[in-house]
C-alpha cells in the first residue's frame, strides 16, 4: 500500500481527497530517491567501502589485521573453535573475537564471529555510552528451524601445512575447508575445487566496542596539531549519531558493524539477496558502464512507486546468494537481521598461454556490510541448483502447503467500498462465468482504521456477506496492520499500552508515529505476551462478524512510520529483549506475519485449517508461514516485464509463493496491458489483481469484448491447471524447490541460458511459458535449452532443438509450451472456485519425449485441512515406457492414521481422459486400448475403452485421446497401448 511522507499527512481523510483530486491532474511520481540513503550518507556502508578501497589501492602491501590464534585452535565434534586477534591502532591494542567453524551433517559449514562476551558482574546500563556490549546474536531464533546437526564425520585434515588448519566434512569428506590463520581467510573446497573464498581481499572488518570519549576543546594554539591528528585518524563523524532526513539516530553502542569479502571464483553469475526490482542475474555495483555504482541494499522499507532496474531496498530482504556455472551451484546465507548493504563485482583471470583457446574465468567478488550483529554466515556448496534449495530450505523451513483457493485467483482492490460492494462484484464474476475464490478488503473496511473493527455505515452486516460468498466456496481476506491507531475508547490499544506491549522508544516509552490511522503505536511481535495477546484478537467472538472463511493480509509491517526516518521506525527504538531496532530491522515484518500466522491457527478449538496471511514484508524463513507480493507496482509495460524476474528470483531464494499486482497497483492501465498482465499472472504462485483507490474498476468483466473473454480464458487456463500447481506447491513444501523456475535451475548445464529471466517453467511439469510484456507484441522468442521435443499446449504445434524459436502470440493467445517426457494433470471442467472442483474428475497429459517416454506425478489432499500430515492424501506417479507400450499409476505416498480414510472419501474421484501428445503413428487405426485396475471386481480388472487417434497435420503433432478408463486416481492402473 501507498506511503506518503510525513510532511504530507496532517489529518489521513484529508489527505486521501488531496491525494484524489491531485491524481486527476498530475502524473505518477517517481520514487523520491531523496528518502532513502545511499552508501554514501549510511555511516558504516560509507565506513566499509573505505576500508575496501584503502585495501585495494594498496592491494600489495594491504594485510588484514584479522589474525586467527593458532594456539586457540580446538576441533571437537565437529566444531571447530578459536579466537581471532584484530589488531587495532598504531598502539596495536589486540581485540578479542570468538571464532566457531560448525560442520552440519548436510555438507554445509556455518562461520561465526562475535566480540568477546563482557564478563560476569559487569553492569551494563542500555543506553550508557561507556558500559561494554554485546552483540546481537537473535535472528537465527526467527529464522532457522532445522538443518543443524552437526556432522559425525567431519575431521581434522592429516595434511598439516604451516599456518593453516584443514577439515575434511561433507558427504564421504568431499568437502573442505582451510583456514588460514594469518591473516584470517577460508577456503571452501568440493572435490579438491575452490568455490568460496573468505576475506581473500582483506576487507574483513568488525568495528569493536569502545566507550565514548568526549574530546576537550582545543586550547589556544592547539588548533592545528589537533586538525593535523584528526586527519590521521578513523572518520568518526557517525560513530555515535547520525542525522538524515531531518531525524537524528543517536548510537549508544558506538560503531558496531560487521563486514567480510566472500569470493566466488570461476563463477560469473550470482543470483539473489531479494527483494530488488532488478534483474535476477545481478549486476555490478562498481565501476564501469551498464553497472549500479551503488551496492544492493537489504533493508524492509516502504518505498513509495519504486523504479526498476535499481539496487534500492524495497520491502523485503533475504540476504541469501548463489551463484552458478556449469556443472555447479554455491550459496552463502549471511544471517543478519540488520541494515546490510553488498556490493558485487566481477574480476577476470588470465587466459593461459597453453590452454589452447579456453577462455579466461570470471570471478565474481561480494563485498557484505551490515550495520550492527555478529558475523554468522552459512556456505553451501551444492553441486546442483536442487541440493541449494533443499539444504537452504532444511535450514530456515520449507513454503507452507497452503489451502487450494490460495493458489487460485484473488480479486483485490482499495478498496471495495461496502458489503453490499462486495457481493454485487461476487454477483458479477458469476453473471460473466469467470473464476475466482477470494475476494479482499483494503483499510477502508474499518471503523475509522481501527483494526478488528467494521465501519458501522458500510459494512452493517458483515456475517451475511460472508455467508454470500461461503455458498460458491469463496473466501474473503482482509487486511490487519501492525500499527494501532492511538483514540479513546479503543479497546485494543488500550491493552496494548497498559499491558506495555508496544515497541518503546529510546528512552523506554510506548513509541508513537503515524500511518493510516494518523497517530499509532506499534505491536512488538518480538515480545511473546504480545504475541498470546494478538492470538486473542482474532478469535470469531473478538473479531466479530468474520468466520472460517475469513483470512488475513498484513501490509505495512516493514514496519512503514510516515513520518520515521526513510518512512520506517527509529533505529534507536527498543524491543523486548532490551534490542534496538537496528538489529532487528528486517526480521520485525516476520514477527508479526508470524504472530498472524499463530492467531489464525487458533481462532477456534479444533479448527484446523491451514492460515492464509498475506505479507508485504519478509526476511529468510518468511516462506513457513504465508505467500508475499512484490509492493506497489505501476501499471506499466516495464513493471510487468519486472514481475517475472522478481518471482523467479523470490523463488530461487526460498520464498516462492510470490506474485505481483495483476494490472499494477498504481495508473490505470490499457485493456491491452490489463489482458496482457492477467496472462502472465496465470504463471505467478500467488495470482491476485490489485488497485489503488484513486484508480477506475477494473474487475475482468470490466473491459468488455474481446478483452473480457481472453482475460477468462487466461483465468480459466488457471483453475485447469491447478492440479498441476497443487503438486508444484507440495513439492516446494518438501524439497524447498521453487513453484516457478527460471531456465538454469532446470537445465544447469546449458550455459546460455544462464541470464534468461523472462521465461518459467511451473514446477516439475515441464510446462514452458513466456508471458507477452511488451505493448503491441504479437509473437515471442522463447528459448529452449535441450534437445526434445517441445509441443505448444493449446494446438500442439512441434518445437525441435535446442535455441530460439519464435511463436505467434496475438492477444489472445498465450504462449506456453509442453516438454517432451512429461505427464501434466488437469482438471478440465470450468467451475465457479476451486472448491467446487474437489471432486471433479482429472485429465493426464501425456507428453512423449524423443525416446517414447514420459513421467510426472499428482499429488492431492482435502486442500484445507493438516490432515495431509496424518497420511490423507494421494500422491501417484505415472509412467508412460514405450518399451512396455503402458501408462501405469504408482503410489509414491506414506500411510498414516487417516490415509485409509481418505483413499475411500477420494475413492469416486476418476480419470476421465488422457490425450498423449506426440503419438507414435502405428497407433493410427486403433480404436481400443486395455484397462486394467488393482481392487476392481474380477468383472471390471481388464477392460476395453475407446481410443482416438489424431494424426499429425503440418508442424502440429500426432495425438491419442483415451476416453473415460473408469480408474480411480488414487489406485494402481495400467492402460495398456500394444
Not at 487460485?408 to 458479477?428: E, F, G, I, L, T
Not at 504465508?626 to 520464498?655: C, K, R, Y
Not at 518459467?760 to 513466456?770: H, Q
Request: proline share 5%.
Amino acid at each position: 500500500m501507498y506511503s506518503p511522507t510525513a510532511s504530507s499527512l496532517r489529518w489521513t481523510g484529508v489527505f486521501l481527497l488531496f491525494t484524489a483530486f491531485c491524481s486527476l491532474f498530475t502524473p505518477a511520481v517517481m520514487v523520491k530517491h531523496e528518502n532513502f540513503k545511499t552508501c554514501d550518507q549510511s555511516g558504516f556502508c560509507k565506513r566499509n567501502r573505505a576500508y575496501a578501497d584503502v585495501a585495494t589501492e594498496i592491494s600489495s602491501n594491504w594485510k588484514s589485521p584479522y589474525n586467527l590464534d593458532a594456539k586457540s585452535i580446538t576441533f571437537e565434534d565437529g566444531q571447530l573453535s578459536g579466537t581471532i586477534l584484530k589488531t587495532v591502532g598504531k598502539a596495536g591494542e589486540t581485540v578479542r573475537l570468538p571464532l566457531t567453524v560448525t560442520f552440519l551433517e548436510s555438507g554445509t559449514a556455518r562461520v561465526t564471529v562475535d566480540e568477546e562476551k563482557r564478563q560476569k558482574g559487569d553492569i551494563v546500563l542500555r543506553h550508557d555510552s561507556k558500559a561494554r556490549k554485546e552483540r546481537y546474536n537473535e535472528a537465527s531464533k526467527w529464522a532457522i528451524v532445522g538443518g543443524l546437526k552437526i556432522s559425525s564425520g567431519a575431521a581434522l585434515s592429516r595434511e598439516t601445512e604451516v599456518g593453516t588448519t584443514k577439515v575434511h566434512y561433507g558427504p564421504a569428506g568431499k568437502h573442505e575447508a582451510v583456514i588460514h590463520h594469518s591473516p584470517f581467510s577460508i577456503q571452501f573446497k568440493r572435490d579438491g575445487e575452490t568455490h568460496i573464498k573468505f576475506n581473500e581481499r582483506g576487507f574483513m572488518n568488525m568495528e569493536h566496542w569502545r566507550p565514548k570519549i568526549e574530546k576537550p576543546e582545543p586550547k589556544e594554539g592547539e588548533e592545528q596539531a589537533l586538525k593535523t591528528a584528526e586527519a590521521t585518524d578513523e572518520d568518526e563523524s557517525t560513530w555515535w549519531d547520525e542525522s538524515f532526513g531531518g531525524n537524528t539516530d543517536t548510537k549508544p553502542r558506538g560503531p558496531e558493524s560487521v563486514a567480510l569479502d566472500i569470493s566466488f571464483p570461476g563463477y560469473e553469475h550470482v543470483y539473489g539477496i531479494p527483494e530488488h526490482a532488478s534483474k535476477m542475474a545481478l549486476k555490478e555495483t562498481r565501476g564501469g558502464d551498464g553497472n549500479y555504482n551503488e551496492p544492493y541494499r537489504l533493508y524492509n522499507a516502504d518505498v513509495f512507486e519504486y523504479e526498476l532496474d535499481s539496487p534500492m531496498t524495497l520491502y523485503g530482504s533475504i540476504p541469501f546468494m548463489q551463484a552458478h556455472r556449469k556443472g555447479s551451484t554455491v550459496g552463502v546465507f549471511w544471517l543478519n537481521a540488520a541494515e546490510t548493504w553488498i556490493d558485487v563485482t566481477k574480476a577476470k583471470s588470465g587466459t593461459n598461454p597453453l590452454s589452447l583457446g579456453v577462455k579466461s574465468a570470471v570471478d565474481t567478488q561480494t563485498h557484505w556490510t551490515s550495520e550492527s550483529g555478529i558475523l554468522d554466515v552459512f556456505v553451501l556448496l551444492g553441486p546442483t541448483p536442487k541440493d541449494i534449495s533443499q539444504t537452504y530450505g532444511e535450514l530456515t523451513g520449507f513454503t507452507a502447503l497452503p489451502q487450494q483457493f490460495a493458489i487460485a485467483y484473488h480479486q483485490c482492490r482499495w478498496n471495495y467500498v461496502s458489503d453490499q460492494d462486495v457481493m454485487d462484484v461476487d454477483r458479477r464474476f458469476d453473471k460473466h462465468k469467470i473464476p475466482y475464490d477470494v475476494i479482499w478488503l483494503d483499510i477502508e473496511y474499518t471503523d475509522g482504521k481501527k483494526y478488528f473493527t467494521w465501519d458501522p455505515l458500510t459494512f452493517t452486516d458483515p456475517k451475511k456477506m460472508h455467508k454470500h460468498l461461503n455458498k460458491r466456496e469463496r473466501k474473503l481476506v482482509a487486511i490487519i496492520d501492525p500499527h494501532i491507531k492511538n483514540t479513546d475508547k479503543y479497546p485494543v490499544v488500550e491493552e496494548l499500552k497498559s499491558k506495555g506491549l508496544a515497541v518503546k522508544n529510546k528512552d523506554g516509552n510506548d513509541y508513537e508515529g503515524w500511518c493510516w490511522p494518523g497517530s499509532s503505536y506499534w505491536v512488538d511481535c518480538f515480545n511473546p505476551a504480545s504475541i498470546a495477546w494478538w492470538k486473542t484478537l482474532f478469535k470469531y467472538d473478538s473479531f466479530k462478524g468474520t468466520g472460517p472463511n475469513t483470512f488475513i493480509w498484513n501490509d505495512m509491517n516493514e514496519p512503514s512510520v510516515f513520518n520515521g526516518p526513510e518512512t520506517t521506525m527509529p533505529k534507536d527504538n527498543l524491543h523486548y529483549g532490551n534490542w534496538e531496532h537496528r538489529d532487528v530491522h528486517n526480521i520485525n515484518g516476520m514477527t508479526f506475519h508470524n504472530a498472524t500466522y499463530d492467531a489464525l491457527l487458533e481462532r477456534k478449538k479444533g479448527d484446523i485449517r491451514r492460515p492464509f496471511a498475506l505479507t508485504r514484508s519478509f526476511f529468510a524463513g518468511s516462506q513457513r508461514i504465508g505467500a508475499m507480493w512484490t509492493g506497489d507496482n505501476l501499471a506499466e509495460w516495464s513493471h510487468l516485464a519486472a514481475s517475472i524476474p522478481m518471482v523467479l528470483n523470490q523463488g530461487i531464494s526460498g520464498f516462492p509463493f510470490a506474485g505481483a499486482d495483476v494490472g499494477g497497483f498504481f495508473g490505470n492501465p490499457s485493456k491491452e496491458l490489463l489482458t496482457r498482465w492477467y496472462q502472465a499472472g496465470t504463471f505467478y504462485p500467488f495470482f491476485r489483481g490489485h488497485a489503488h483507490i484513486d484508480t477506475r474498476r477494473r474487475e475482468p468483466y470490466i473491459p468488455g469484448s474481446p478483452y473480457t473473454e481472453i482475460i477468462t480464458q487466461a483465468l480459466r487456463l488457471r483453475y485447469q491447471l491447478l492440479p498441476a500447481w497443487y503438486t508444484a506447491f507440495h513439492e516446494a513444501s518438501t524439497t524447498g524447490a521453487p513453484i516457478v523456475r527460471p531456465n538454469f535451475y532446470v537445465h544447469p548445464e546449458d550455459d546460455k541460458g544462464f541470464a534468461i529471466d523472462d521465461q518459467l517453467y511451473i514446477g516439475s511439469t515441464g510446462l514452458l511459458a513466456k508471458p507477452v510484456v511488451a505493448e503491441g507484441a504479437d509473437s515471442v522468442s522463447i528459448y529452449t535449452a535441450d534437445d526434445q521435443p517441445y509441443y505448444d499446449y493449446f494446438d500442439y504445434t512441434t518445437y525441435s532443438g535446442a535455441g530460439h524459436h519464435t511463436i505467434k502470440a496475438p492477444l489472445d493467445k498465450i504462449p506456453l509450451l509442453m516438454q517432451g517426457g512429461h505427464i501434466i494433470p488437469r482438471r478440465d471442467r470450468p467451475r465457479r472456485s476451486s472448491g467446487l472442483m474437489k471432486w471433479d474428475p482429472f485429465t493426464l497429459v501425456v507428453v512423449l519425449d524423443k525416446a517414447g517416454n514420459a513421467e510426472g506425478t499428482l499429488y492431492v489432499d482435502d486442500g484445507e485441512t493438516f490432515d495431509f500430515e496424518q497420511g490423507a492424501y494421494i500422491h501417484r506417479h505415472f509412467q508412460f515406457d514405450k518399451a512396455t507400450k503402458a501408462l501405469t499409476s504408482i503410489n509414491i505416498g506414506d500411510t498414516g492414521a487417516k490415509t485409509a480414510a481418505w483413499h475411500k472419501t477420494m475413492g469416486k474421484v476418476r480419470v476421465e481422459r488422457v490425450i498423449i501428445v506426440g503419438a507414435p503413428s502405428e497407433w493410427k487405426g486403433k480404436t481400443e486400448v486395455v484397462v486394467s485396475e488393482e481392487g476392481a471386481k474380477e468383472s471390471a480388472r481388464k477392460k476395453k475403452v475407446e481410443f482416438t487417434f489424431h494424426p499429425a497435420l503440418g508442424k502440429k503433432a500426432a495425438w491419442a485421446v483415451v476416453r473415460d478408463p473408469k480408474v480411480a486416481v488414487g489406485k494402481g492402473w495400467k492402460i495398456d497401448f500394444s
